[in-house]
């Protein structure tokens, strides 16, 4: 740590907010009330491609690919067209609007997290770093329980540029009214959350919270595996 840390940025989905189960609940409601269109495709047939290509769509949303509108529309267009389902032209904005109104709803937090909270809130200013879309990370909040913990809420929305690139770090810390010493990050993505944080002289926390996460060792990045252990850091 460079300097006294007065402030503490979070991203939320995978961080906090536990984005799988979550997500995994609200894709079984949509293929619940959608179910006269899916036939013979298996509710895990699915989830599984709508998963892989909402993933690959996301990466091309942080390099700037596509914006957010071709992002939550073709999730489920591509998803299924690849499942060769039949649809009227209007099902797709309605699919996905069903999705994030069921998803922003859903409560469970990452374990820990609100403990973790508990602990900090007392202690520093917290914020809420996210690629999300900043009217739906509002509802997961206030669903989970999280909302009054943060003074703060930065999105890409907001920003017209996600993570990682570094214009959203600088709006954050700008927003902060902190300096780059007085600010850490805590993520779960080394690439888009942590390097460009650290690249943009804030100090970061790598929270690995994924399986594969855990196998990659990265030099000279301070990481958890569970957030719990923030208590020790800071």
Same mark, same amino acid.
């Given at each position: 740590?460079?300097?006294?840390?007065?402030?503490?940025?979070?991203?939320?989905? &995978?961080?906090?907010?536990?984005?799988? $189960?979550?997500?995994?609940?609200?894709?079984?409601?949509?293929y619940?009330?959608?179910? &006269?269109?899916?036939?013979?495709?298996?509710? !895990?047939?699915?989830?599984? =491609?709508? /998963?892989?290509? !909402?993933?690959?769509?996301?990466?091309?949303?942080?390099?700037?690919?596509?914006?957010? @509108?071709?992002? /939550?529309?073709?999730?489920?267009?591509?998803?299924?067209?690849?499942?060769?389902?039949? &649809?009227?032209?209007?099902?797709?904005?309605?699919? !996905?609007?069903t999705?994030?109104?069921?998803?922003?709803k859903?409560?469970?937090?990452?374990? *820990?997290?609100?403990?973790?909270? #508990?602990?900090?809130?007392? %202690?520093?200013?917290?914020?809420?770093?996210? !690629?999300?879309?900043?009217?739906?990370?509002? @509802? %997961?909040?206030? =669903? $989970? *329980?999280?909302?009054?913990?943060?003074?703060?809420l930065? +999105? +890409?929305?907001?920003? *017209?540029?996600?993570?990682?690139?570094?214009?959203?770090?600088?709006?954050?810390?700008?927003? =902060?009214?902190? +300096?780059?010493?007085?600010?850490?990050?805590?993520?779960?993505?080394?690439?888009?959350?942590?390097?460009?944080?650290? %690249?943009?002289?804030?100090?970061?926390?790598?929270?690995?919270?994924h #399986?594969?996460?855990?196998q990659?060792?990265?030099?000279?990045?301070?990481?958890? $595996?569970?957030?719990?252990?923030?208590?020790?850091?800071?």
């Amino acid at each position: 740590m460079k300097g006294q840390i007065k402030m503490i940025y979070f991203d939320l989905d &995978h961080t906090l907010w536990d984005f799988e $189960s979550n997500s995994q609940e609200a894709l079984k409601m949509v293929y619940q009330k959608y179910n &006269h269109i899916f036939r013979e495709i298996s509710l !895990n047939r699915f989830v599984e =491609s709508y /998963k892989k290509i !909402n993933k690959r769509l996301w990466e091309m949303y942080r390099k700037k690919e596509i914006g957010q @509108v071709e992002l /939550k529309l073709l999730r489920f267009e591509i998803t299924l067209n690849a499942l060769k389902i039949k &649809h009227r032209e209007d099902l797709i904005e309605e699919m !996905n609007n069903t999705y994030l109104e069921i998803l922003s709803k859903q409560k469970l937090l990452v374990d *820990g997290a609100m403990e973790t909270l #508990e602990y900090l809130k007392d %202690k520093y200013e917290l914020g809420i770093l996210t !690629n999300g879309f900043r009217k739906t990370q509002i @509802v %997961k909040m206030k =669903s $989970s *329980g999280i909302y009054d913990y943060f003074s703060i809420l930065v +999105s +890409s929305e907001d920003v *017209g540029f996600p993570k990682p690139d570094e214009r959203i770090f600088n709006y954050a810390i700008l927003m =902060s009214k902190k +300096s780059k010493d007085e600010i850490i990050y805590v993520g779960d993505d080394l690439e888009n959350d942590i390097l460009p944080a650290i %690249k943009c002289g804030i100090d970061a926390i790598w929270f690995k919270n994924h #399986e594969e996460s855990l196998q990659i060792q990265e030099k000279d990045v301070l990481a958890i $595996s569970k957030l719990i252990e923030l208590k020790n850091i800071l």
